[in-house]
């Protein structure tokens, strides 16, 4: 039963885990369209020329980069964060695997003894039946 519920604890960190690295490459996928929104934008910026786009185009044009740029470092903090609790999760489902492996080892040892001892049972059982009969006759 510990074992089935360590191996249970196991599913449970591998499915956290695999969750884990789902957000991470989510915020990448994130990180590299914004980039590419970024450069897209200062390329156009750049390509329209200095007297054709007013100031205050100019001024959108860059409040939306800034904040593009933003929402970049909201993802890479999100990123690192996530790698972080990704590496927990991962010293979690070694320890668990350990102990699942020390709880098998433990049982297969308690299993050897008792066959050992069910076997010394028996075996008394006949020497005692083997000197009853001796005696009787």
Known sequence: RRVLFR????????SECAYIKHLIE???RTIK???KRKADLIDQLNQTGAD???APDVSVYLSYIQYMQHE???SEDAIRTGERALEEKRIELVDAAK???ILE???EKKLEEYLL??????????DEAGMTRFVMR
């Open 7 to 14: 191996s249970q604890t196991e599913e449970r960190l591998i």
């Open 26 to 28: 989510s915020e990448k």
């Open 33 to 35: 369209r914004l980039k």
């Open 52 to 54: 054709e786009v007013s």
């Open 72 to 74: 970049e470092r909201k």
């Open 99 to 101: 102990k699942r492996k």
């Open 105 to 107: 080892i433990v049982k």
């Open 117 to 126: 001892a069910a076997v010394r049972r028996e075996q008394k059982d006949l």
